[in-house]
């Protein structure tokens, strides 16, 4: 079975550092793009950052500068190293990836359950 697995969310302080992984399991073939989605209460879902295969990324504007995505192909793993959090980042983060499932054609989008990350004092 392949599937999408976020874990590193919790409960943070303002200003501190949290790093999210989403690590991509099952027989795989090939990932593509890889991306991190989050979804505050009574909010849309809205894209945080993606990363290509090759390592090009591309983030929101409301993080650029105190998040960094970076991924690692052989794992088949995304990493969201999240710093000098605030309080309205308080969401539910999901990660999204393209996946090419062995045997299959093609690659298809795939979302994990997601994680909590609440930051508080």
């Known amino acids: 079975q392949v599937q999408l697995v976020e874990s590193g969310g919790g409960l943070v302080q303002p200003v501190g550092s949290l790093s999210l992984s989403c690590a991509a399991s099952?027989?795989?073939?090939?990932?593509?793009?890889m991306a991190w989605y989050r979804q505050a209460p009574g909010k849309e879902r809205e894209l945080v950052a993606v990363?290509?295969?090759?390592?090009?990324?591309n983030c929101a504007d409301s993080v650029k500068g105190r998040f960094t995505l970076s991924r690692d192909n052989a794992k088949k793993t995304a990493t969201l190293q999240m710093n000098s959090l605030k309080t309205e980042e308080t969401a539910v983060y999901y990660c999204?990836?393209?996946?090419?499932?062995?045997?299959?054609?093609?690659?298809?989008?795939?979302w994990g359950q997601g994680t909590k990350v609440t930051v508080s004092s």
């Open positions: 999204n990836a393209a996946l090419w499932r062995l045997g299959s054609g093609g690659y298809v989008d795939y």
């Open positions: 099952g027989s795989i073939f090939s990932t593509n793009h």
């Open positions: 990363i290509t295969r090759s390592g090009s990324t």
